[in-house]
């Protein structure tokens, strides 16, 4: 009865074993689920923005950082920066970070704008509108643009870039409809209104 009770306590002693490393193994995630390691950074570039353009198609997919991974060695860090509907007054932008230990699975999403919100500048009168993204989301808030977009029949197209005007840095966006267009001056600290032409 003894061997038999010590050879019971020795099978739930390994499946207990088993059971903790396949859970250690799904929390932290087997390298072999990612990507392949020593990767060139061209190569890892290339499979990321692969897949972002399955994932969103038509996006405006940016590269802002690529660096090789502090905790897992011959892999790579990636911070992206993907805009859906670039050209749209209101584009949905977020920054996904990925490190490719992981595989293709991003780590972190920031959003930075998203139904004309720029999600920074809420609560924050002196927020710097740094991307083409912030200032059209930010641009299209004023009644002026708000009533050229919706008096538009046609494809609107709206983009932006930056600019000096006044002494001011400043983004240009342009909102284009048809053969009509509209430019937008809005100043990069805080968003505000410079002008309109």
């Not at 020593?38 to 038509?58: C, D, G």
């Not at 919100?117 to 989301?137: K, L």
């Amino acid at each position: 009865m003894k061997k038999k009770n010590m050879k019971i306590a020795r099978i739930l002693l390994i499946f207990f074993i088993l059971i903790i490393l396949i859970a250690l193994l799904i929390i932290i995630k087997i390298p072999s689920l990612g990507l392949p390691k020593n990767l060139t950074r061209e190569e890892t570039i290339s499979m990321i923005n692969s897949s972002l353009q399955q994932a969103y198609k038509n996006a405006r997919i940016e590269f802002v950082s690529i660096n090789s991974s502090k905790l897992h060695p011959g892999y790579w860090e990636v911070n992206v920066v993907v805009s859906k509907y670039p050209n749209s007054p209101c584009p949905e932008t977020f920054v996904l970070e990925y490190d490719t230990f992981y595989g293709l699975d991003w780590k972190i999403q920031n959003n930075l704008t998203r139904d004309c919100i720029v999600f920074g500048a809420q609560n924050n009168t002196n927020y710097i509108y740094g991307r083409r993204e912030e200032a059209m989301s930010r641009a299209s808030q004023f009644d002026l643009v708000k009533s050229f977009i919706k008096n538009c029949n046609q494809s609107l197209y709206v983009d932006a870039a930056p600019t000096l005007k006044n002494s001011t840095n400043a983004w240009d966006v342009i909102y284009v409809c048809g053969v009509k267009a509209l430019h937008v001056f809005i100043s990069q600290k805080g968003g505000e209104l410079i002008s309109t032409s």
